[in-house]
Structures are given as structure tokens and as C-alpha cells.
């Protein structure tokens, strides 16, 4: 049984996963409510909270779960043997359950601030910028994706420290890279989490076409 349900892990994931998007999902809303600035200026600041929220959470998280706090990860760690096939549904539950704690709280956090200019619905997803093709998008997101899993690997295969800032900077980079072109998401648990609540907090899905 504890083969299938690592608790102490699945608990790591969690917290992990919830700064993850505290960090990222805030920073998000934070550069959401500065209308003066355009979307490329903001890429830059949001990139950044994106990398620091990963290097966090692999700080808090790495000793005892390895700091994946990607389902993305966890499941590229089982194709080259760095973890165990019956602990993916865990890993994969606890990442998803961590998003969604995280985004919840964001939102209760900056509640006061949602008005007419700032919609959780909107700012909580990511949503294509400047390709707009089903084909383009998913070409983005595969090659941002391998991307990831390619400098996470190398960090774990050979040994590379500090892992949690390398792999926080390659994320930085990533979004530099991609996020004006489709929102650089790879990572399906904090993508899909704060979307869905916020959706389900604002009651609509007008801001989300691409959902």
C-alpha cells in the first residue's frame, strides 16, 4: 500500500505545487491590475515569478519527493526509470490537489482586486498570445515542454547544483522564450487547476475560449 500512496511525498508534491502557483498565479494577478503596461513588458516579470515559484518549491520539496511539482515531470521521471510506475497516480493527484489549494488561495487573497479590468477567469489560465492556430499552439507547447524535461533530466542525470536554480532559470528562460507565443503553460497541473477555479469563482467562461 505505501508503495502506491507515499504520503510523506504525496504531502511534499502538494506544498510544492501550492507555492508554485501562489507564486506564479499571484504574480499573474498582481501584473493583471497594471493596465499601463503591454504584454510584452509584463512577460518579463511574470517569467521571472514563474522561475522563482519552481525553484521554491523544488527548495521545499526536493529531499523528500524530488520537487517535481509537474505531472509532466513525474511522468518523463518514469520513462528514464528515476521513479517508481506505482507512484505516478500519487504524485500526479497530489500535483493536481496542490494547484488547486494554491489557486484558491490566490484568489481569496486578491479578491478585493477583481473589478472590471481584472478577470480570474482570464488571469488564472494561460491563453494564446501571438499564434492563434490549434497547430502552431500545440508545436509551442511540445517543444517548451521537451525544453523542460530536457534541462530537468540533465540536472538530475548529471549531477548539475544548485538544481533548484538551474532548473528555476531554465524555467525563467522558457518563458522568456515562449510565453508571448502561447503562455509557455508546461505544466498541465498549474495550467488546468487555477483555470477551472477561476472559472468556477467568476461563474463564467467568457474569458476562455481556449479552455
Known amino acids: ?32 491590475s497594471a493596465t499601463d503596461a503591454s504584454g510584452a513588458l509584463k512577460n518579463l516579470p511574470g517569467s521571472l515569478a514563474g522561475g522563482m515559484g ?11 519527493s524530488g520537487g517535481h511539482i509537474n505531472p509532466a515531470v513525474s511522468v518523463a521521471m518514469m520513462a528514464v526509470g528515476k521513479l517508481n510506475w506505482k507512484e505516478v497516480p500519487a504524485y500526479l493527484f497530489s500535483q493536481f490537489v496542490g494547484a488547486g489549494l494554491g489557486a484558491f488561495l490566490i484568489l481569496l487573497n486578491y479578491m478585493d482586486a477583481f473589478d472590471g479590468n481584472v478577470h480570474p477567469p482570464k488571469v488564472m489560465g494561460s491563453l494564446p498570445g501571438l499564434s492563434d492556430s490549434f497547430g502552431n499552439l500545440i508545436l509551442d507547447q511540445f517543444i517548451a515542454t521537451f525544453l523542460l524535461l530536457l534541462c530537468i533530466i540533465s540536472v538530475v542525470d548529471q549531477g548539475h547544483q544548485p538544481g533548484g536554480l538551474l532548473v528555476g ?16 503553460g ?23 475560449g481556449w479552455f
Open 1 to 32: 500500500m505505501a508503495s502506491f500512496l507515499p504520503f510523506r511525498k504525496m504531502a511534499a508534491e502538494c506544498l510544492g505545487t501550492c507555492m508554485l502557483v501562489l507564486v506564479a498565479k499571484g504574480a499573474a494577478l498582481s501584473l493583471a
Open 54 to 64: 519552481v525553484m521554491m518549491g523544488i527548495l521545499v520539496t526536493g529531499g523528500v
Open 169 to 184: 532559470m531554465s524555467v525563467l528562460g522558457i518563458g522568456l522564450g515562449f510565453g508571448m507565443n502561447a503562455g509557455a
Open 186 to 208: 508546461i505544466n498541465p497541473a498549474v495550467d488546468a487547476m487555477p483555470r477551472i477555479l477561476g472559472i468556477v469563482w467568476e461563474g463564467s467562461t467568457d474569458d476562455q
